[in-house]
């Protein structure tokens, strides 16, 4: 399985960075994971390095070499470590359990499956063009799936990052699970915060995806979100894997 993979984290205009990232690999399997510690519930950072940390520690113990299923690693992983933000809070008599979100992604046998709970995205690109990005679980993306609201309105509401859905707290996730993907030569599956999504278009993604490396790229695009998102920039993270050998720019 040949591809190029690159991360990147910044805390952006933040005092401190509650993103967290991991990528794990094993012969013939590789985990992808981001999770977006949600501050204003507290202890944002500690939901989300529990759930990097209860994903990778899973797939280390089944990829042996690939997983048996992989949809159901990513239930089984995110549900896992729902329950382990739990159980923290609980040992350390927290008033609340801390929440995040969580995206993550597993390659293997030339396919690709997600899963995500929350606003973290993962973004699938082909060589030339964009293809899908996973829906948001908020409040705002409710009222436009129900016609209330159209993508432009939601934009403009400080609400629209406003979730229902976390892995921590009272209530159970809901994981949404997409269906495997067979992946071609030059695709790109990009995970992100929504510091990163918030300030970029997908056509914008694509054009530094496909007019530069990867690293280049997304250092570009970094650059670009955090300077759009100004002094109150959130923290901004990218995990990006290129399907592949990476092709001449242009």
């Not at 984290?9 to 999770?35: F, H, I, M």
């Not at 929504?194 to 650059?223: S, V």
């Not at 923290?235 to 592949?244: C, D, H, K, M, Q």
Request: proline letters at 5%; charged letters at 20%.
């Amino acid at each position: 399985m040949k591809f190029t993979l690159y991360q990147a984290s910044r805390k952006g205009g933040r005092p401190y960075n509650e993103d967290r990232l991991a990528a794990r690999q094993s012969n013939s399997s590789l985990l992808l994971v981001l999770a977006d510690g949600m501050g204003g519930h507290g202890h944002g950072e500690v939901a989300a390095q529990l759930t990097v940390d209860s994903l990778c520690q899973r797939f280390a113990a089944q990829a042996r070499p690939s997983l048996a299923d992989a949809p159901g690693f990513l239930l089984d992983a995110i549900y896992g470590a729902h329950e382990a933000v739990n159980a923290y809070a609980v040992e350390h008599a927290l008033p609340e359990p801390p929440r995040t979100t969580c995206v993550a992604c597993v390659v293997q046998q030339g396919q690709a499956v997600w899963a995500h709970v929350g606003d973290s995205r993962l973004y699938h690109f082909a060589r030339d063009r964009f293809l899908s990005h996973t829906r948001d679980h908020s409040m705002v993306q409710q009222l436009v799936e129900r016609d209330l609201l159209d993508a432009a309105q939601a934009e403009q509401l400080p609400e629209r990052n406003m979730l229902y859905n976390a892995v921590g707290g009272f209530m159970l996730p809901d994981i949404e699970l997409a269906d495997p993907v067979a992946l071609q030569t030059g695709d790109v599956l990009l995970l992100c915060s929504d510091g990163f999504w918030d300030a970029l278009t997908p056509e914008a993604m694509l054009a530094e995806l496909r007019g530069h490396a990867l690293r280049e790229a997304i250092h570009r695009l970094m650059d670009t979100a955090e300077q759009r998102g100004g002094p109150r920039c959130d923290n901004l993270s990218v995990l990006a894997l290129r399907y592949g050998p990476e092709p001449e720019a242009g």
